[in-house]
Nanobody, 127 residues
Framework: QVQLVESGGGLVQAGGSLRLSCVASGRTFSSYPVGWFRQAPGKDLEIVAA????????SYADFVKGRFTLSRDNAKNTAYLRMNSLKPEDAAVYYC????????????????????WGRGTQVTVSS
């Protein structure tokens, strides 16, 4: 089992920044790919960014490229999503997830690829 706890969400003005954290406990976080997803009211869950097990490969959705940065600190069992230049359309509940089953040295972009999920953290962006 892996427990994931997200934090760092909140209310921010458009153009502002937030850093989300995802802290893992339980099994060995350092060997797992991590993904961040988001879900806005009335919309489907969508991938935001993903990272491989050691942090040297990342992928971003087109709508966050150049604004968001995903990183990880395996010594702290933590993944970070730095969000800059936030827009009202970025408002959503943000979830982190890890893939604990067999995986390649790569990132994964589908929700079906992940095994454990946090409860999410709310991000609200005022215009």
């Amino acid at each position: 089992q892996v427990q994931l706890v997200e934090s760092g969400g909140g209310l921010v003005q458009a153009g502002g920044s937030l850093r989300l954290s995802c802290v893992a406990s339980g099994r060995t976080f350092s060997s797992y790919p991590v993904g961040w997803f988001r879900q806005a009211p009335g919309k489907d869950l969508e991938i935001v960014a993903a990272i491989n097990w050691n942090g040297d490969s990342t992928s971003y959705a087109d709508f966050v490229k150049g604004r968001f940065t995903l990183s990880r600190d395996n010594a702290k069992n933590t993944a970070y999503l730095r969000m800059n230049s936030l827009k009202p359309e970025d408002a959503a509940v943000y979830y982190c997830a890890v893939r604990a089953r067999e995986h390649l040295d790569y990132y994964y972009s589908r929700k079906e690829d992940y095994d454990y999920w946090g409860r999410g953290t709310q991000v609200t962006v005022s215009s």
